[in-house]
Every structure is written in structure tokens, then in C-alpha cells.
């Protein structure tokens, strides 16, 4: 376990919630309890109000960071050894988002540039020479794992931020995000990648819209630790700092992995004992295709990643985790069924609460945490068969008329609920139809990857509560 910065230091994560007068925390991702001396409370409440803390309530923080109950905050004061960072960019043509991204990252670090096999080297090699930054070129084209690898054997810092051609990074996006490797567990950390604004002046446009709160590299506001079991399951390679030693450790890139390259390193380093975390407070604007078809097709390349994946992290990749009480509940709710699925919610909460209630938290809880577990469940089982499963709600909505409800409720729960949790810049009906349209076209690559790996653990739910080797 690392230890905690200095200073502020720790600040409670929003979702935590206290019972029994703060001794009792409930949180966290995957959820847990923690129980604490009234003693460990006060030096608890202590530490995020003053920073005041002994070697025990900083190694409780420590317990609570890696829990995702907490997060740590930067020390105050002048920090002695700084690490020093250079900035690797792998470029596939494209010269004016290179020249854009070069442009915002500025002089402050070292940048090297990895032209793989450019068509057109030349604009490349001239935005490099104009912006300050070293080149190497490769002579073919071996993906931007292979390129970011052939950058690194040229940087000798303590820390390498890997950001891709097309991302504009905001003045002093690196230092926001170094500090957290003042602790020594810490093996890499990601900034929030977010939609950029369009270069050409014409905001407004649908995809656009789409785009601000749907692009597949943002990974939300909420901050936290990397991980499989994870709320954030893995980070985008698109901007990521990631300390050296950590790189080395687990052997950097995976060869030939072309998607995907990114959750395959970031889980590597999690497996090694490293940590990774999210910083979502630090942003970088990532560009997004402007036309439909290209958003689609991108999203159907990211979905072959999936089975070779699966094949190096088995068990890892399942659409939907099904766990009995929530799956009950959700496949009563779907099917019309609403006394059967008050039945087993209350079944479910009582369950729940006589686990609970002797360590504080009352029932009420107890009926939240089992409702909110039902739901997600809808929502996880709508996009796993929107995205994997046409073929079957075909079936299903000719199966009478609560069949063909079924199917629809699956196809639109998903869509509907984010649009109402995100509120998003454009209008429910184009909304669903672009999600789902983003969904068909994931699922479609993911069944390609599998067939093409023969590796078919993501077209298949997983089930928490049986063993299963990690």
C-alpha cells in the first residue's frame, strides 16, 4: 500500500455514506463496509477537515483510497524532487492534429514524435521541426502500441505521458496530474478524455451534440481507482501518464494487439500490484469523427477487441454481471410481471438488511441498495442484447404482445436512462437512435473479435456469486 500525500490529503468520495455515527462507511466499487473505532471516526473527520494525521489514520486513508471510499487531494507547499516527464506522440499522417496537439502541450517538456509509416511523411516531419519536437519514423506501420514502445526507447524520465495526435491538452494538465505519483504504488494516472470542440466553427451539429456525452474514451466525472472490479474498469491510452518503472515492469505494449492495447496495459499493471488512477478534475479534448458512418466504424473496431482480450484476461470481458436477487427483480420488471418483482425485491431487501442491520444501517438502506441493484440490472441486460443479442429480441417481439414489450423495454431502457441521468444537448429521439445505432455497431465488432479469436467470453454474462478463475 502506498502512502498519502501530505497536506489536505484525503476527501471522502461522494458516494460514501456514514452510519452509526460515522463509525460504519458504506461505499466504494465493489461495495463494501468498513467498521471504525469512535476514536478512528474522529481522526478520520480529523484528516479530510485539517490534514492532521497520525501513521495509523494515514494508513487508514490509504485503506479507504484504494477502497474508492476516498481520494487523495495534493499537498500543499513546495514539492522536493519533481519527476521528470517527456511526452511520447505516435502519428499516423493526419499533420494539422498534430500540429494542434503539439501546439497545446507547448515547450515545458520534451515531446518525441513516432510517425508510423506516415503516407505522407513529410507535413509530419515539418510540423516536428516548426513545433520543437524530436522525430522518429518508423518504416512500417505497426499500430500505436508499436509506435508509443519506439518512442520510449528514445526517453530516459522518470514518468512518460503517452498522448495520441488528435488530443489537445490544456496548459498544465501534466503537473495537475504528477503529484500523484509522489506515491510510490501509483503506476500510471489518467486525465478525463472529452470531446473537442469542432476546429472547422460550425458547433451545434447533432453528432456533435452526441459526441459531448457519449464519447467512448470518457469515462465520466467520477474519480477513483483503475481496475476490472472497478466502477472505472480501465483508461485510454489516448493520454496517460504512466510511471517507467511500471512500464518496464510488465513489459510495456503487448505485440501485435492493435485495439485494445490500452486495457490490456492498464490491467497488466493493476495484476502486477501497480495502481492506476482516474483524474477526471484534469481534462483533454480528444477529436471525434464528424460523420456518422465514421463514428460507427470506429466503434466497430474498438468492439474487436474484445475477444482478444478475453483470451489474455479471461473472465474479464463479460457484457452483463448477473447477480440473483438484482436478476430476479429485473427479469420479473421485464417481463410484466410487477407483483412477482415486488415479491422478490422486498425478499431481497430483507435478505440484505438482516446482513446489514446489526452493523448500523438501517432498512431503508437496505430497500435503496436492492431497488438501485435491479435497475442497473435492466440497464446492463438491455445493452448486453442490444448489442449482442438482435437476433433474439427479433424472436422475443414476435412472442405475443409481452414479448414484443420485452423487447422494446430492453432496446430502450438503456438509451432513455442515460439521456435523463445525463441531459444531454440533444433531443430523446435522436439521442436513442444514435445509442443504439453506437450500441449495434459495438456488438458487431465484438462478435467479429470473438469469431476471429475464437474466444467468446464477452458474449457471455457473468455470475458474480459462482467461482470463477480470474
Request: glycine residues 20%; aromatic residues 2%.
Given at each position: 500500500m502506498g502512502s498519502l500525500p501530505c497536506g489536505p490529503g484525503l476527501a471522502?468520495?461522494?458516494?460514501?455514506?456514514?452510519?452509526?455515527?460515522?463509525?460504519?462507511?458504506?461505499?466504494?466499487?465493489?461495495?463494501?463496509?468498513?467498521?471504525?473505532?469512535?476514536?478512528?471516526?474522529?481522526?478520520?473527520?480529523?484528516?479530510?477537515?485539517?490534514?492532521?494525521?497520525?501513521?495509523?489514520?494515514?494508513?487508514?486513508?490509504?485503506r479507504l483510497v484504494e477502497a474508492g471510499m476516498a481520494h487523495p487531494r495534493r499537498a500543499t507547499g513546495d514539492r522536493a524532487g519533481c519527476p521528470t516527464v517527456t511526452v511520447v506522440v505516435p502519428v499516423l499522417d493526419r499533420p494539422e492534429a498534430l500540429d494542434r496537439c503539439l501546439a497545446a502541450l507547448g515547450d515545458r517538456h520534451p515531446v518525441v514524435v513516432v510517425d508510423d509509416a506516415s503516407h505522407d511523411p513529410g507535413p509530419v516531419a515539418a510540423v516536428c521541426a516548426a513545433r520543437g519536437a524530436r522525430l522518429i519514423r518508423r518504416d512500417h506501420n505497426g499500430g500505436p502500441g508499436a509506435a508509443r514502445s519506439d518512442g520510449l526507447a528514445h526517453v530516459d524520465s522518470d514518468l512518460v505521458a503517452f498522448v495520441d495526435s488528435d488530443c489537445t491538452a490544456g496548459p498544465g494538465w501534466l503537473e495537475a496530474l504528477t503529484w500523484l505519483f509522489d506515491d510510490p504504488a501509483i503506476g500510471a494516472v489518467a486525465p478525463r478524455v472529452v470531446a473537442a470542440p469542432p476546429v472547422d466553427g460550425q458547433p451545434g451539429r447533432a453528432i456533435d451534440r452526441f459526441h459531448a456525452a457519449h464519447s467512448p474514451l470518457d469515462l465520466g466525472p467520477e474519480e477513483g481507482e483503475v481496475g476490472p472490479d472497478r466502477a472505472v474498469r480501465y483508461v485510454p491510452t489516448a493520454a496517460l501518464v504512466v510511471r517507467r518503472e511500471a512500464f518496464d515492469a510488465v513489459g510495456g505494449f503487448t505485440h501485435g494487439l492493435r485495439v485494445g492495447e490500452d486495457v490490456d496495459l492498464v490491467w497488466r499493471l493493476v495484476d502486477a500490484g501497480w495502481r492506476v488512477r482516474y483524474a477526471p478534475a484534469v481534462t483533454v479534448g480528444h477529436a471525434e469523427p464528424r460523420r456518422w458512418g465514421d463514428l460507427l466504424a470506429r466503434r466497430f473496431r474498438y468492439g474487436t477487441s474484445a475477444g482478444p482480450l478475453a483470451a489474455r484476461h479471461p473472465g474479464r470481458l463479460a457484457p452483463v454481471e448477473l447477480r440473483p436477487w438484482p436478476t430476479v427483480v429485473a427479469l420479473a420488471v421485464l417481463s410484466g410481471r410487477p407483483r412477482a418483482a415486488a415479491t422478490a425485491l422486498a425478499a431481497s431487501t430483507l435478505v440484505l438488511s438482516r446482513t446489514v442491520r446489526p452493523l448500523g444501517i438501517p432498512s431503508r438502506q437496505a430497500w435503496a441498495w436492492s431497488a438501485q441493484g435491479a435497475g442497473w440490472t435492466v440497464v446492463g441486460l438491455g445493452r448486453a442484447a442490444t448489442m449482442l443479442a438482435v437476433p433474439g429480441l427479433a424472436v422475443l417481439a414476435t412472442r405475443g404482445r409481452r414479448g414484443a414489450r420485452t423487447a422494446v423495454a430492453l432496446v430502450l431502457v438503456p438509451p432513455v436512462v442515460s439521456w435523463i441521468r445525463q441531459r444531454p444537448d440533444l433531443d430523446l429521439p435522436r439521442w436513442v437512435a444514435a445509442s443504439v445505432a453506437d450500441d449495434l455497431a459495438y456488438g458487431a465488432g465484438v462478435w467479429t473479435g470473438c469469431l476471429r479469436s475464437r474466444s467468446f467470453g464477452p458474449l457471455l454474462p457473468a455470475f458474480p456469486w459462482r467461482h470463477r478463475d480470474a
Open positions: 471522502l468520495d461522494g458516494r460514501l455514506r456514514r452510519f452509526g455515527g460515522g463509525t460504519v462507511l458504506a461505499g466504494g466499487h465493489p461495495g463494501r463496509v468498513i467498521t471504525l473505532t469512535p476514536q478512528g471516526a474522529a481522526a478520520l473527520d480529523a484528516l479530510v477537515a485539517t490534514g492532521a494525521a497520525d501513521a495509523a489514520t494515514v494508513r487508514l486513508a490509504g
